[in-house]
């Protein structure tokens, strides 16, 4: 009786301590931050606010990013309180990846993909702001951006954001399938894949119109391919397996191998994503409507 009673209240203890440590302030259940790192690698956060040349510390910031409008300089996101965003709280993150502000209210550039991360849900922005507190912090102060006048005033946003940026989160289509609505959140949020494969107009918004129709000048002024259905101009000719098998390795389906800007989006997100995501990718992109070009 006395052996039996005492495995109980061993079992209580553990279950209080278990259910404590989650409960404290601060530290996120573990299942939280696996979902959260699943996210980060998806949304390819590391690769834009990590220095490449030369090789900064992760998340630190500094990697410069060059477009049309001169060129931008990524910030310090890593959990360091003075240089990074050690000092933020989770509202203040979701603000700046939902409203593409930042905690004083001033609006961020769209060098920042916050118009398509925008539609992440409620539960996926708060794995990745968990996640993010486990990062190690980076003391690194962040560098002006070298933007010419008038596309340095962040006031004038307003008027783009009038234009081109909704904010609303992710919506399932009950018309269409689980996998289907996956895919087109995964493509159209997560993974941002318009904010390259989406032609821009000479404003810097994305061409709903011709949604993933490539563009001919993209990231460092290079060319874009069309990932519509299109035959011959996109990828129309690709069954889903073959678009499963290139985001995962980084093949095309004659045996070439990945080059340019979407050698990174292989390596650091889709070929770290699930086969099911990647089906649902597939099953997305296999559906959007065809557009010619870019
Ligand atoms: C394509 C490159 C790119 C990607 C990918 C990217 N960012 Fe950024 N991010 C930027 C740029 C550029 C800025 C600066 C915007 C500005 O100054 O207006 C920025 C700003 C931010 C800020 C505001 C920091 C501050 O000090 O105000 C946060 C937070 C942020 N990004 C988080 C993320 C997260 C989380 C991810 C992944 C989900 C991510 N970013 C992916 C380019 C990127
Ligand atoms: C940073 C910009 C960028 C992002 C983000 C991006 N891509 Fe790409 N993508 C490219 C570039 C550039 C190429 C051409 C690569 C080459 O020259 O081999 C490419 C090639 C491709 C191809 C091969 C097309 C062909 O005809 O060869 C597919 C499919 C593709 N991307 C899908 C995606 C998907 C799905 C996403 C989102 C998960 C995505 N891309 C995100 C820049 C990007």
């Not at 553990?14 to 699943?38: D, F, H, N």
């Not at 011959?232 to 191998?257: E, M, N, R």
């Not at 292989?266 to 770290?272: A, F, I, K, L």
Request: charged share 20%; glycine share 10%.
């Amino acid at each position: 009786m006395q052996d039996s009673n005492a495995v109980f209240l061993n079992g209580i203890c553990a279950l209080l301590m278990a259910t404590l440590s989650w409960a404290t302030p601060g530290v996120a259940a573990p299942s939280l931050i696996e979902q959260g790192e699943y996210i980060f690698n998806a949304a390819g956060c590391a690769g834009c606010h990590t220095a490449v040349k030369p090789k900064g510390a992760p998340l630190a910031g500094g990697r410069e990013l060059k477009t049309p409008f001169g060129v931008f300089v990524t910030p310090n996101i890593s959990p360091d309180r003075e240089t990074g965003i050690g000092g933020w709280s989770k509202a203040d993150f979701v603000r700046a990846m939902r409203e593409g502000r930042s905690p004083d209210g001033a609006y961020y550039f769209p060098a920042f993909p916050f118009a398509s991360y925008a539609g992440m849900t409620n539960d996926d922005l708060a794995a990745l702001w968990a996640y993010l507190q486990t990062r190690p912090a980076q003391v690194r102060a962040n560098r002006a951006h070298e933007i010419a006048f008038p596309f340095n005033q962040r006031r004038l946003l307003f008027f783009w954001r009038l234009l081109y940026f909704d904010g609303t989160t992710f919506a399932p289509d009950p018309e269409k399938s689980d996998l289907w609505n996956r895919g087109a959140y995964l493509v159209r949020s997560i993974g941002h894949c318009g904010e390259c494969h989406t032609p821009r107009t000479l404003l810097g918004g994305m061409r709903l119109d011709r949604e993933f129709a490539g563009a001919a000048k993209g990231p460092e002024g290079k060319r874009v391919p069309n990932i519509t259905p299109h035959k011959p101009k996109g990828i129309g000719a690709w069954s889903p397996q073959d678009i499963v098998s290139f985001l995962s390795d980084g093949v095309l389906p004659d045996g070439d191998f990945v080059g340019g800007a979407m050698t990174e989006v292989v390596d650091n997100s889709t070929s770290r994503m699930t086969k099911g995501d990647l089906r649902a990718i597939a099953e997305f992109l296999s559906s959007v409507p065809k557009h010619a070009g870019p």
